[in-house]
């Protein structure tokens, strides 16, 4: 079953204007990570945030969570044309500590 | 470092054949992970090993089965390969007592 859900599926920008993308989850967790694919890749790790923190930074990348809503959000600012890929947020969801729930990604077209 | 590695890169298969899908990591970690992806939804965990000779049902785990005989390397098999499994599988590791998890490239199987 899936426990992240991306909001919005697909989102297309300018290059420099910044990208915003949501995740839902529904249970309680211990970590929140976000991931990004690009096209034909495998999935590479960008930043964790854990149930205890609210706000993350990591270069261009702003993480932001709300446990209270069960939801999470990615920023990433001054988009650049290698941004161009798919984000997928995943939760370890309290059950447990060895597996991770996915959602089904957030497709973020960056154009020059 | 060459870090997650997987073989082979593509396959065609007919209805009814088996194959196996290697996956080898050389950074010693202790979890590895089989997971397909198929469009429009996030990755779904198939089985996963928490250490050499051991594994354990993940998600979807009806059509498929793993060996760990050695800790670099995780096997998947399709014994009886059917159209519904057709999919790009990847596999992860991930070290005992963190969060993160590396993944390989990926291989894309079309079953007909």
């Known amino acids: 079953s899936q426990q992240g859900e991306e909001d919005p599926q697909a989102l297309s920008i300018q290059e420099g204007e910044n990208a915003t993308m949501n995740c839902s989850y529904k249970t309680s967790i211990n970590n929140l990570q976000w991931y990004r694919q690009n096209s034909g890749r495998g999935l590479v790790h960008l930043i964790l945030?854990?149930?205890n923190e609210r706000e993350k930074h990591s270069g261009r990348l702003r993480v932001t969570l709300d446990t209270s809503k069960k939801s999470s959000s990615l920023l990433i600012t001054a988009s650049r044309a290698a941004d161009t890929a798919s984000y997928f947020c995943?939760?370890?969801?309290?059950?447990?500590?060895?597996?991770?729930?996915w959602g089904a990604g957030t497709k973020l077209i960056i154009k020059p | 470092n060459a870090g997650v590695t997987q073989t082979p890169k593509f396959r065609v298969l007919k209805t009814g054949q088996s194959m196996t899908l290697l996956c080898a990591q050389d950074m010693n970690h202790e979890y590895m992970y089989w997971y397909r992806q198929d469009p429009g939804m996030g990755l779904r965990l198939i089985h996963y090993s928490v250490g050499e000779g051991t594994t354990a049902k993940g998600e979807v785990p009806d059509g498929y089965n793993v060996s760990r005989l050695k800790k670099q390397n995780f096997l998947l098999g399709l014994e009886s390969a059917a159209p519904s499994q057709t999919s790009v599988y990847f596999c992860a590791s991930k070290r005992a007592g963190t969060d993160t998890q590396y993944f390989g490239p990926g291989t894309r199987l079309t079953v007909l």
């Open positions: 995943a939760t370890d969801a309290f059950r447990s500590n060895y597996q991770l729930i």
């Open positions: 945030i854990r149930s």
